[in-house]
């Protein structure tokens, strides 16, 4: 079968490409990428007006399942992913069990390929259980299918442990996503450390609760040559301690939320556990911070930490309430509004943010891309489409999101997996 997407136009970070052309999908490949191609007997979709980009790649979900199904399934996740524009997704392993060995990671790949085209690239555990003890057996979970390795919702707490990950998971081509937090110096803490958490009467977690582990994995990465990627950056420190750790040419990469560019401490004083976040929302100085990381390459990847929690859950005070929202379905739509359309971040780096990137630090090699021979995953957006998001358009089983009637222009209009258009 042949699709021929007519006059879009096509924005390819990966080849520096931002003009309007046709392309020719073949079967799940790219067959051409020109000014005209006549394709005879094709499909012809017309994508005038509408930016066309390589398919988007989420680096960090929780699908929930296997073990939280009342707040997410694989099902449920993967429709949220699609219909927010994603080809592909990473989920964290902090399912019960946890992702630790090969069962869970053939499970989970079972489960997302019998319910949906959207890809699903297993994350595997750092350490047996996630306790920040033993390693995982690494070698047994790339076997079966994990892309990289990390105890998402829990930092590796040793640095010895850190140091012995970095370099057996390296070994064998896997990538470390590490979730910065200092333990000691965030315990008790339900939002950032400053006037706002005094005011609000709530314990806060200081700046460098995450920063000092920044720096400590930078350090590892240094000292073994082996590659780390910072999950979820929230303040100032660290996306300036990246930002000069990559111009040492330490391999260092990092990931920003839409909520850690959006939202800031401030919206913790409606008391809604809707804002409740781990990392915690910050001050503007860190969310300017986090945006000139994302607009200069400082930080590489959008992603959206997609944390479902049920109602009952969220539905408790607020230093009770579990930590994370909702982001599948939003994630795109703030990047075009709050960052694109402000002329904060130019729409190349957005897509490289969602496409490119994530493809490269994940090493999917047909990936990210459109030029001829990689995969035919496309994702097209319309930067004029205005809409409220509501309540009623979740697809998720949760519905712990704090943009619920928050007016947006920029939406996802269309997605292609494998040349099929499944969106």
């Not at 790649?57 to 993967?78: C, F, N, S, W």
């Not at 064998?172 to 609000?200: F, N, Q, T, Y």
């Amino acid at each position: 079968m042949k699709r021929l997407i007519k006059n879009g136009r096509v924005v390819d970070p990966a080849s520096g490409t931002d003009e309007t052309l046709d392309i020719l999908l073949e079967g799940p490949s790219i067959a051409d990428v020109d000014k005209k191609i006549a394709a005879k007997g094709a499909e012809i979709l017309d994508a005038a007006g509408l930016v066309v980009a390589p398919g988007f790649i989420d680096m960090h979900v929780h699908l929930r399942e296997p073990g939280y199904e009342r707040k997410e399934t694989i099902a449920t996740g993967l429709a949220a992913a699609l219909a927010g524009g994603f080809t592909g997704v990473c989920c964290m392993p902090n399912t019960d069990p946890v992702n630790d060995c090969a069962s869970v990671t053939r499970y989970i790949l079972e489960r997302a390929r019998a319910s949906s085209p959207v890809a699903v690239y297993p994350i595997g555990a750092v350490t047996r259980g996630s306790a920040g003890e033993e390693l995982a057996p690494y070698s047994e979970l790339r076997e079966a299918g994990v892309r990289a390795i990390s105890d998402d919702g829990h930092p590796v707490k040793k640095s010895s442990v850190m140091r012995r990950a970095l370099e057996y998971a390296g070994s064998l081509g896997l990538l470390v996503i590490d979730h910065c937090e200092d333990p000691d110096l965030a315990e008790g803490g339900v939002m950032h450390e400053g006037e706002v958490s005094v005011r609000l009467g709530l314990k806060g977690i200081p700046a460098e609760a995450e920063s000092i582990p920044v720096l400590r994995d930078i350090a590892l990465s240094a000292l073994t040559g082996r590659p780390v990627h910072i999950a979820h950056v929230s303040t100032r420190q660290s996306v300036e301690a990246i930002r000069a750790a990559k111009k040492r040419k330490i391999r260092v990469t990092a990931e920003a939320t839409p909520h850690h560019f959006t939202l800031t401490h401030e919206a913790v004083a409606s008391f809604d556990t809707r804002t409740k976040m781990n990392p915690p929302l910050r001050p503007k100085e860190d969310v300017d911070a986090v945006i000139a990381g994302l607009a200069d390459g400082t930080l590489d990847v959008i992603a959206t930490d997609h944390a479902p929690h049920t109602y009952e859950e969220k539905l408790q005070e607020y230093d009770r309430a579990p930590n994370g929202i909702i982001g599948l379905q939003t994630a795109v739509p703030l990047a075009l509004d709050r960052l694109v359309r402000t002329g904060r971040v130019s729409l190349a780096r957005i897509v490289d943010a969602f496409s490119s990137a994530p493809a490269r630090i994940l090493g999917l090699e047909n990936k990210g891309a459109i030029r001829v021979g990689a995969d035919a995953d496309l994702t097209l957006l319309n930067l004029r489409k205005e809409f409220c998001f509501r309540e009623a358009d979740v697809l998720s089983l949760s519905r712990n999101s704090p943009y619920f009637g928050m007016k947006l222009k920029g939406a996802v209009a269309g997605v292609f997996i494998a040349g099929e258009k499944v969106l």
